[in-house]
C-alpha cells in the first residue's frame, strides 16, 4: 500500500512502487486529465505539481511520492479559475486538447516562481510538445495570466 | 502485411457519397421530432431544441482540434436565426447515420473537408428548422407566414410585434413538414458565420474534464496493450504466455491477428509491463533486408526514367530544356513522416454474444465514423445494424485516425473476451513505428531560362511512394495507373505558375513496403518545399527578387497572386531588415484554398537558426470563424516546421528506427515565433483551412535560410544539415 496525498486528499493506492505515478492517477485514482503521450518524460504531458514544482509524472516511481504534495489539473483549482485557465479560455489556447493539461500545470507553475516571466523564461520552462501548434497563443495566455499582455483573440 | 480488407477512407468516401444520394436526405426514423410539448424537439435532422432555448447542433464530422465542432454549429445557427448563446453542439452516432441511410451525410473528417464539404446541406438543415419554427408561430397565431420574422431564436408577427421564443415553437414546428424549397442566405445576411466566436467544446480541455477515448472507464473494463511485427509485413510465428500468465494483473495472451499479440491485464501499466516480458518469435520476411539507403536507390531510378505519369502539363517542356541557353537541375528530397498524434493510438470495445444476438460496441477517437462502424463490423463478424460507435474528441488526428487498424485490433481482442469491455491503447513506440507515414519522394527539378532571365520551361519529376497505390489499388488502375494525388498543388486550378511557357508535372512511381497515407497536407507539403525552393533558386540564379520574379510567372494566376501580394505587403517585403535578419518567401494553392507566407530569420556563426516573424496570408473564399482560421494557420507552421526542421522517420532492416519523440523531434514553443496571420477571403468559394498553410511553412523558412547563409537545404530536415559559417 502507498498513501497518496492527491489535491489534499489522501488515496492508499495497492501497487507496486515502482508504477509511475501516471498510471496510479490515471488507473487506480481515476484522475484521467493527467494524459499519456510518451512515457519517457519527452512530451510533458503528463506535467502534475509536486510541492508545487512541475514534474513529469510518466517517470516518478509511487512510492517515491509518499508526503510529497501531488496536484493535478483537476486540483488546480476548483472551479477552473486559475488565472492560467481564464487566460487560455480568453486566448482561445487549446485546440484538440489533449496537451493542455500538462501545459496549463507547466505554465501555472512557472507563474508561482517566476510571477512575470520574459519570453526567455517561457522559452526555458515550456518545453511540453503540442502537435496541433498552439505555442504562440501559449506564450500569449502566458503573459496575460502574468498581467504583462492583454488578450487579443477570441473575442464575442 | 497485416490483411486489410477493403474498407479504406477513399472507399468510404465514395460509397457514402452514393449511398447518401441514392436515398435522398430523409429523415431518420429515430429522430426524436414527435416530441411532446415540454420536451427537447428535433426540428429538420440538425438542431434540437429544449423548452429553454438551448439548440443543440447535431455534427457528424469529427473534432480534433481543427475548430470544425464550432465552425459548422455556426453555419447551423446562422441559416436558422439562432442566438447564438444557446447553442451547443453534439455528435450525432454512426449507427444512426447508418440506420437513417446517410441523412447526415459523410462522417470522414479528412482533406480539409469539415466545413467546405458540409457546408450546402447543414445550412439548408439550419434554413429548414427556421422556416418550421416561423411556421409552427404563424399557426399559431393564424397569420401568414410571410408577415413573421426571426431573429435572435424569436420569431416575431411584424404588424402586432407578438413573439414566440423558439423554445416555446418547437414542439409544434417539429410536427410540421420538412420544407424541401429553402434557399440559404446571402453572406451579406450572415450574423453568426464569420465571427469570431468562442469554441464550443473549450471548457473540460482545461479543467482535466474532457475525456478523450483513452479516457473512457466503464464497469468491468480491462486494458490491452499488443505488439505488432516490427517489420512491416512480417508474421507471428509463437508467443510463450505461459511466462508471463502469472504477473500482476495479466487476465489474456491473445493473438490478434497474424502479425499482432495483445496482453490484456486489469491495468493497462501491468499489460504493458508483462508484454515486455513476452517471448515473441516473428518471421521478418524478406523485408527485414531493405533499409534507407536501398529505398533512396531505389527513388533515384525515378528521377531520370522515361516511365512516368503525367500530373500537369502545357507546351513542350522536355523540347524547351533540350534547346535551353541555360539549364538548372536540382534533386529534392523528403523522408518518411509519422502523424504522432499526442493522445496514443486506441479503442475500447465491447462484444456481446447472447439471445439477443452477437452486437458490438466501440468508443473510438475516429476521423471517420461511418467508416470505424464498417471496420469493426468485419472484424468481429458482427452485423453492421449491430454495432454501436460512440465518438470521442481526437486527441489530434492529422490524417492516422482515417485508419481502422486499431478499430479492428479492438474488436478483434474483444471478441476474444466475450461480454468484458476492453480498452486498447497503443504504446508511443507501437504508434511511431506502425504508422501509416507521409510517403517518401524525392524531386527533380529543371528549369530552361533565356538570356533576360525569363523562365522558358519547367519540368517537376517526382520519384517516389503512391499513397493510392497503397490504399486504394483500384482506383489507382481506373486512372491508368496514375496517381493524381501525387500532383497535389500542382493540378489545373492549383498550379500556380501557368505564364512558365512550357511545362510537365509527372511522377515516376516507387512504392516501398512501407505503408503510408494521408499526412496532414498530404502531399501538397512536399511538393511546396520543392516546387517554392526551386522557383527560390530559379530567381537566385536570374539575379531576381525573389516576390518579383514570382509575380511575373503567376500573371495568369491572379488569386494566387494576390494572396502572395497581401503577404509580402503585411511583412513590408523590401524594407531594411535588422542586421543579420533575411526574408523568405513561397505561395501555395491547396485544398481550396491559396496561402502565401515570409519567413524572417537569422543564422549564427556556429548554425543555429532563429526564426524571429512569419507572416502568413490565406484566401480560404468565406472565413466562418476568423480567430479559428487564425488558430489553424499558427498551428499550420509548427506542424509544418516539424516536418522541414525537426522529423524524420528512417528504415532500418525494414522497420522504423525513431520510436519516440527523443528521436522523432518535433517542434517546440522555444523555436516557435508570432505567427501574423493575414485572412484575405475572396467569396465565391469555400476552401480548405486545416491544411493548406502547412505546405509553405518550410520553403518560407529555407529560402530565408539561403538568403542569410547562401546554403540551398534540398534534404529534409534541416537538423542534418549543417549551417555552420566555414
Keep these: 500500500m502507498i498513501t497518496l496525498n492527491i489535491n489534499g486528499t489522501s488515496h492508499q493506492v495497492d501497487a507496486p512502487a515502482d508504477t509511475p505515478l501516471l498510471w496510479i492517477l490515471r488507473e487506480y485514482v481515476g484522475l484521467t486529465g493527467t494524459k499519456y503521450g510518451c512515457g519517457i518524460a519527452q512530451c510533458g504531458a503528463c506535467t502534475v505539481h509536486i510541492n508545487g514544482i512541475a514534474l513529469r509524472s510518466c517517470q516518478l516511481p509511487a512510492g517515491s511520492m509518499a508526503g510529497q504534495k501531488i496536484t493535478t489539473i483537476e486540483g488546480l483549482s476548483p472551479d477552473g479559475t486559475h488565472p492560467v485557465q481564464m487566460a487560455w479560455k480568453e486566448l482561445e489556447v487549446a485546440q484538440c486538447g489533449y496537451c493542455q493539461s500538462g501545459q ?24 511540453n510538445i503540442c502537435r496541433c501548434g498552439t505555442y504562440p497563443r501559449i506564450r500569449s495566455a502566458i503573459h496575460a495570466a502574468a498581467g504583462q499582455a492583454a488578450p487579443t483573440a477570441g473575442k464575442v | 502485411m497485416t490483411y486489410q480488407p477493403h474498407l479504406n477512407r477513399r472507399h468510404f468516401v465514395a460509397s457514402l457519397a452514393a449511398g447518401a444520394f441514392a436515398l435522398g436526405w430523409k429523415l431518420p426514423d429515430a429522430s426524436p421530432g414527435m416530441a411532446a410539448a415540454g420536451e427537447a424537439a428535433a426540428v429538420g435532422i440538425w438542431a434540437v431544441v429544449q423548452p429553454d432555448d438551448t439548440i443543440t447542433v447535431r455534427i457528424a464530422r469529427s473534432e480534433m482540434g481543427q475548430g470544425t465542432l464550432t465552425g459548422l454549429a455556426q453555419l447551423v445557427a446562422d441559416e436558422m436565426d439562432a442566438d447564438w448563446k444557446f447553442v451547443r453542439a453534439e455528435y450525432i452516432t454512426p449507427q444512426a447515420n447508418l440506420a437513417s441511410g446517410h441523412a447526415w451525410g459523410d ?9 467546405r464539404g458540409s457546408v450546402d446541406y447543414v445550412r439548408k438543415g439550419g434554413a429548414v428548422a427556421r422556416a418550421m419554427l416561423i411556421s409552427a408561430a404563424a399557426k399559431q397565431w393564424r397569420v401568414p407566414e410571410s408577415e413573421c420574422v426571426a431573429a435572435k431564436s424569436i420569431v416575431t408577427h411584424t404588424s402586432t410585434g407578438r413573439t414566440l421564443r423558439y423554445g416555446e415553437l418547437a414542439a409544434a414546428a417539429a410536427l410540421l413538414p420538412v420544407p424541401t424549397n429553402v434557399t440559404v442566405k446571402d453572406p451579406s445576411a450572415w450574423t453568426i458565420i464569420g465571427q469570431p466566436v468562442h469554441r464550443l467544446d473549450t471548457e473540460g480541455k482545461l479543467t482535466g474534464k474532457q475525456v478523450f477515448a483513452i479516457d473512457v472507464q466503464l464497469p468491468g473494463m480491462l486494458n490491452a496493450a499488443i505488439a505488432q511485427c516490427p517489420v512491416f509485413g512480417g508474421k507471428l510465428v509463437s508467443f510463450d504466455a505461459a511466462k508471463i500468465t502469472s504477473m500482476p494483473g495479466v487476465r489474456h495472451v491473445l493473438k490478434v ?3 499482432t499479440v495483445a496482453v490484456v491485464a486489469d491495468k493497462w501499466f501491468q499489460a504493458k509491463t508483462a508484454l515486455a516480458k513476452l517471448l515473441i518469435v516473428w518471421n521478418e520476411g524478406e523485408n527485414a533486408k ?18 512516368a505519369g503525367v500530373g500537369n502539363a502545357h507546351g513542350d517542356a522536355k523540347a524547351a530544356l533540350a534547346g535551353a541557353a541555360r539549364k538548372i537541375e536540382a534533386v529534392y528530397t523528403t523522408p518518411f513522416l509519422s502523424h504522432a498524434t499526442l493522445e496514443p493510438i486506441n479503442c475500447t470495445a465491447r462484444y456481446t454474444a447472447d439471445v439477443a444476438g452477437n452486437r458490438l460496441e466501440i468508443w473510438a477517437p475516429t476521423q471517420g465514423g461511418d467508416g470505424a462502424l464498417m471496420a469493426a463490423a468485419h472484424a468481429a463478424g458482427v452485423e453492421p445494424s449491430k454495432v454501436a460507435v460512440t465518438k470521442l ?20 481482442i474483444a ?11 497503443w504504446s508511443r513506440e507501437e504508434d511511431m513505428t506502425h504508422g501509416f507515414y507521409r510517403p517518401i519522394t524525392m524531386a527533380k527539378m529543371s528549369a530552361a531560362l533565356d538570356d533576360h532571365g525569363n523562365v522558358m520551361a519547367l519540368h517537376a519529376r517526382i520519384s517516389g511512394q503512391s499513397i493510392t497505390a497503397w490504399k486504394n489499388p483500384a482506383a489507382l488502375a481506373a486512372n491508368g495507373g496514375v496517381d493524381f494525388g501525387q500532383f497535389q498543388g500542382w493540378g489545373k486550378g492549383e498550379f500556380g505558375y501557368e505564364a512558365i511557357p512550357n511545362v510537365l508535372i509527372d511522377h515516376a512511381m516507387r512504392n516501398t513496403h512501407i505503408p503510408v497515407g494521408y499526412w496532414r497536407g498530404v502531399n501538397t507539403n512536399q511538393n511546396a518545399f520543392y516546387m517554392e525552393c526551386f522557383i527560390d533558386e530559379l530567381a537566385h540564379a536570374a539575379g531576381a ?22 503577404c509580402a505587403a503585411k511583412a513590408e517585403w523590401g524594407k531594411k531588415l535588422p542586421d543579420g535578419v533575411y526574408r523568405g518567401i513561397c505561395q501555395n494553392m491547396g485544398f481550396g484554398s491559396y496561402t502565401a507566407a515570409v519567413a524572417e530569420v537569422s543564422v549564427s556563426n556556429e548554425g ?31 506542424f509544418g516546421l516539424s516536418a522541414g526542421l525537426y522529423s524524420e522517420h528512417t528504415i532500418e532492416n525494414g522497420r522504423i528506427a525513431e520510436g519516440n519523440f527523443d528521436s522523432y523531434e518535433v517542434m517546440r514553443l522555444a523555436a516557435m515565433p508570432k505567427v501574423e496571420t493575414v485572412i484575405v477571403p475572396s467569396g465565391g468559394f469555400w476552401g480548405g483551412v486545416g491544411e493548406p498553410t502547412i505546405a509553405v511553412a518550410t520553403p518560407a523558412v529555407l529560402n530565408a535560410v539561403f538568403a542569410a547563409t547562401g546554403k540551398r537545404i534540398r534534404d529534409l530536415p534541416l537538423k542534418n544539415q549543417d549551417l555552420k559559417r566555414t
Design chain 2, 257 to 259: 491477428d497474424d502479425a
Design chain 2, 107 to 115: 462522417m470522414a473528417t479528412g482533406g480539409s473537408r469539415g466545413i
Design chain 2, 290 to 307: 531493405i533499409s534507407s539507403p536501398q529505398i533512396a536507390e531505389y527513388l533515384r531510378t525515378g528521377l531520370d526514367t522515361p516511365e
Design chain 1, 104 to 127: 496549463i500545470m507547466a505554465a501555472a507553475a512557472l507563474l508561482h516562481q517566476t510571477p512575470s516571466p520574459s519570453d526567455e523564461d517561457i522559452d526555458n520552462a515550456m518545453s
Design chain 2, 545 to 566: 527578387d525573389p516576390l518579383e520574379f514570382r509575380r511575373k510567372l503567376m500573371a495568369k494566376n491572379p488569386k494566387h497572386l494576390d494572396v502572395l501580394n497581401a
Design chain 2, 393 to 412: 474528441h481526437l486527441g489530434g488526428g492529422f490524417g492516422r485516425r482515417g485508419e481502422n487498424d486499431f478499430v479492428m485490433q479492438a474488436a478483434r
Design chain 2, 608 to 638: 543555429a537558426l532563429k526564426i524571429h516573424r512569419i507572416v502568413a496570408a490565406t484566401d480560404p473564399g468565406h472565413v466562418v470563424n476568423p480567430d479559428q482560421v487564425r488558430a489553424q494557420v499558427e498551428g499550420s507552421f509548427v
Design chain 2, 415 to 425: 471478441k476474444q473476451v466475450p461480454g468484458v469491455p476492453v480498452k486498447l491503447i
